[in-house]
């Protein structure tokens, strides 16, 4: 019995090292244990950065494959509201456009559509030594013999030249193709120690063969590199990605930074920012404006960092299983970098109504596309207190819980300051108001995001008007006929809504209050 624990001691002690002795991280271990008959490819990695003078290529390896665990390709198809895969290609219509009256149609008829994920396949089930070790060697090589990258720490070279994907795209070798397309790189530059200007040069050329096409809206898997080098068009999420396909195959150190939603205007964006030989981030938009150019008009209200890092922190990290989270805010590799780019204040909240059974998490959201979007999250107190950090100011809020996969709202909407301070939108029905309202707000799909613009009222179409209790409560339709819709015994100090009636893909009318001389100001 002796004999048998040491030897169950002894192979638990050799499972915790590699075949030479290096100790194998808790992270890694547990990689290796999902990857299953893929393990050995894993292994080979691990045995091939041995050499005492590899001790950096076995962090790496460490690195890329202790943070492994939820990277991914992940594969989209177009659904009705039962989940039936409708077969809907985006790039079947010639402009966006047609696109979206084709999805109206579809919509008329089928219900609300949406992207359902069809196809998840984890990298550490198929990825390769060979494909691994080529990506470290790489990484090592443009880190260590180009002028520009000479300022990055090891923790930096991993995080933002090392990974050998960026986010669910289909796995593919890109260093050599980028490196050997930019060979030319070191002879351009005026200051071969700027990683800027080396960003700028190779963003130019992107430029000239990349464009942003918004039916690509609708084509929710993230293209590959083969595909966007071929089809030479994508969405902001392509675009980001190709930057850094691009910038981190010659030493470059760039990531991608994102919002889950503008808090002013529809849709969501992410874009690219490149560090500086001073530590600095500069934002950029891969294929359209460079470093120093780049400005991002759009109200924040929260902004994150795309990392291949884990992040303990985040709300998918400490997610029990059966517990459910809003898109975009349920990832493990994001850090909130939102005060890095607006004006920031804590949100603390008493919220009016109880949670629901067993829910430990309530989300603070933004109005985008005609719904309450969840942006960021919070624990629920004992008391039904929560405390949401870092939140853009001067922008329209609602605490909200998320249930079965609804935003249901947990207390009173509210505008968060630009002082920070919160000024709640209750509607007084003991001092009614007439609106006299000329306008609404359109969709502008320009510098691959949205934006709204003030639109006056069409003359012949209807309106209806709504304000928020809860939710939204319709005051009457009317149809405009070239003079002011009148709208009476309307509860003051609310937050509003005005819309048309005819159905379309995304709501583009944006939420306003009035101001004391009956002026429309939007949120």
């Known amino acids: 019995m002796k004999r048998h624990i040491i030897a169950i001691a002894l192979s638990l002690l050799l499972a915790a090292c590699s075949q030479h002795g290096r100790p194998i991280p808790e992270n890694v271990r547990k990689v290796l244990e999902k990857a299953g008959p893929n393990r050995s490819e894993l292994e080979k990695v691990l045995d091939a950065c041995q050499a005492p003078e590899d001790t950096e290529k076995y962090d790496a390896a460490c690195f890329l494959i202790g943070n492994m665990a939820d990277k991914s390709f992940a594969g989209f198809e177009v659904s009705d509201s039962s989940d039936h895969i409708i077969g809907f290609s985006a790039l079947?219509?010639?402009d966006y456009r047609s696109m979206t009256r084709a999805w109206d149609s579809i919509v008329s008829i089928r219900g609300k559509l949406h992207q359902q994920r069809i196809e998840l396949v984890y990298d550490y089930e198929i990825i390769t030594a060979d494909y691994l070790m080529a990506n470290i060697n790489q990484a090592f090589q443009v880190w260590k013999n180009n002028p520009w990258t000479k300022f990055l720490s090891f923790d930096q070279f991993c995080e933002y030249i090392l990974p050998y994907r960026s986010t669910n795209e289909p796995l593919e070798e890109w260093r050599d193709y980028f490196e050997q397309d930019y060979?030319?790189?070191?002879?351009?530059?005026?200051?071969?120690?700027?990683?800027?200007?080396?960003?700028?040069?190779?963003?130019?050329?992107?430029?000239?063969?990349?464009?942003?096409?918004?039916?690509?809206?609708?084509?929710?898997?993230?293209?590959?590199?083969?595909?966007?080098?071929?089809?030479?068009?994508?969405?902001?999420?392509?675009?980001?990605?190709?930057?850094?396909?691009?910038?981190?195959?010659?030493?470059?150190?760039?990531m991608s930074d994102f919002t889950p939603y503008w808090a002013k205007s529809g849709n969501n964006h992410a874009w690219n920012a490149v560090m500086g030989a001073d530590g600095k981030i500069v934002i950029f938009m891969g294929g359209e404006s460079n470093p120093g150019d780049y400005r991002l008009r759009q109200a924040k209200a929260k902004v994150y960092r795309k990392t291949y890092a884990l992040q303990p922190a985040t709300l998918a990290a400490i997610m029990k299983d059966g517990e459910e989270a809003p898109a975009y805010i349920n990832?493990?590799?994001?850090?909130?970098?939102?005060?890095?780019?607006?004006?920031?204040?804590?949100?603390?909240?008493?919220?009016?109504?109880?949670?629901?059974?067993?829910?430990?998490?309530?989300?603070?959201?933004?109005?985008?596309?005609?719904?309450?979007?969840?942006?960021?999250?919070?624990?629920?107190?004992?008391?039904?207190?929560?405390?949401?950090?870092d939140m853009g100011t001067d922008i329209a809020y609602l605490p909200a819980y998320y249930v079965h996969e609804e935003v249901i709202p947990a207390g009173k909407q509210f505008i968060l300051t630009e002082g920070g301070e919160i000024a709640e939108n209750q509607p007084d029905f003991d001092k009614p108001v007439t609106l006299r309202l000329i306008s609404t707000t359109k969709r502008v799909t320009s510098e691959t995001t949205d934006f709204a613009e003030k639109v006056f009222l069409k003359e012949g179409e209807t309106y209806e008007l709504y304000y928020w209790n809860g939710k939204w409560i319709s005051l009457g339709k009317q149809k405009a006929s070239g003079s002011p819709l009148i709208f009476k015994n309307v509860p003051s100090g609310a937050m509003y809504w005005l819309v048309n009636i005819i159905p379309t893909k995304d709501r583009p009318e944006r939420i306003f209050t009035v101001d004391d001389n009956g002026k429309q100001i939007w949120w």
């Open 331 to 389: 990832r493990n590799g994001i850090v909130d970098v939102t005060r890095e780019y607006v004006p920031v204040s804590d949100v603390e909240l008493q919220l009016d109504k109880k949670a629901p059974e067993a829910a430990r998490f309530a989300y603070i959201c933004v109005f985008n596309t005609g719904e309450w979007k969840a942006i960021h999250w919070s624990f629920i107190g004992e008391d039904g207190r929560v405390k949401f950090t």
């Open 92 to 94: 079947d219509y010639p």
């Open 183 to 254: 060979a030319w790189l070191k002879d351009s530059l005026k200051n071969e120690n700027d990683p800027v200007e080396a960003c700028a040069w190779i963003n130019n050329d992107i430029k000239s063969w990349f464009r942003f096409d918004p039916r690509f809206y609708e084509h929710a898997t993230d293209l590959g590199m083969t595909e966007m080098t071929e089809g030479k068009m994508g969405r902001c999420e392509d675009m980001t990605n190709l930057a850094i396909y691009a910038m981190r195959a010659n030493g470059i150190p760039v």
